[in-house]
């Protein structure tokens, strides 16, 4: 066992998901919330209960993220950006969906300063109409900060930077923290990992799930620079995503996904969970008041 791993990793609950995605921890409720996005099911695990629930969702949905209003999440979906109130099941349209034609919405993540960032993608996966965009409330739709994005994955911030990911380009990208600029942008190679959902330790210590690798990607920020450690081997194919969770931030849950294998096995498409031995720099609450 990795000395940065500190458990067996082991599945949570007997739900498989066909394409599990975007993890995120509540700290309010100590909860765990993410998706199933081909079944248009938002997932939500209580740890310390092991409570499982599910709901089915009225579009296709890439992410339910946390806002200032406890139970309040904010879904990133294909008819558009909606505030979902967990305990009545109302949303609210903020604004319709930015991206073109034969597009979906894929990966979210709440900025330091309260705003949305979100990409799109071909349904398809083979040209590259995706984008990136950014919302704040107030706006009447979401600004674009670079097209011709291939499969938009990875968000984190940290040193001043956005650091983000074109899966199709096996590439990371280190930018302005606050809007990306096509033409100001670092780059740097996965090498021959398929970097999907990340999430970020305190330290600047950036993990990646890799798509159809088995295993997860460990990097280090550090000034600027993204120098590669190890890959920590998993149970599962195609690792989605993962996050920080727990109330010490120290367990890590890592999304999978079943689509397109021919023979899954008994734990893909699972929720993974195992302890580590750093913190999690936890999530950003989408600011609900207009910034403008």
Known sequence: ??????????????????????PVW???????????????????????????????????CSAALLTEKAETFLLVAENGLS??????????????????AGTRPN??????????WFGTMDRQEEAKIGAW??????????????DKV??????????GKVWFADSMQNRFYSGNARRINPLKISCFSSGDKTPD???????????????????????????GELLTLDTLSLPVAQPSCCTFGGADMRQLFITSARKGLATPGDIDGALLQVNTATRGAGQHLFRLSANH
Do not use: K
């Open 107 to 116: 990966e979210a993540a709440i900025a330091p300063d309260g705003s949305l």
């Open 83 to 100: 505030l979902y109130d967990y305990q009545t099941e109302h949303t609210e349209l903020l604004c319709g969906y930015p991206g073109e």
């Open 133 to 146: 965009y950014r919302f704040e409330m107030g706006d009447e739709l979401p600004l674009v900060m670079m």
């Open 26 to 60: 509540c700290q309010r409720s100590q909860s765990l919330l993410w998706m199933d996005i081909l079944n248009q099911r938002l997932l939500r695990y209580w740890p310390d209960t092991q409570a499982f629930e599910q709901r089915t969702l009225p579009a296709l």
């Open 197 to 223: 959902g990340s999430t970020l330790s305190e330290d600047g210590l950036l993990l990646t799930a890799c798509w159809g690798g088995h295993c997860l990607l460990r990097q280090q920020i550090n000034q």
């Open 1 to 22: 066992m990795s000395t940065f791993l500190r458990s067996a990793i082991t599945a949570v609950c007997d739900y498989r998901a066909e394409l599990g995605e975007t």
């Open 150 to 159: 291939g499969i938009p994955n990875t968000l984190a911030w940290y040193e």
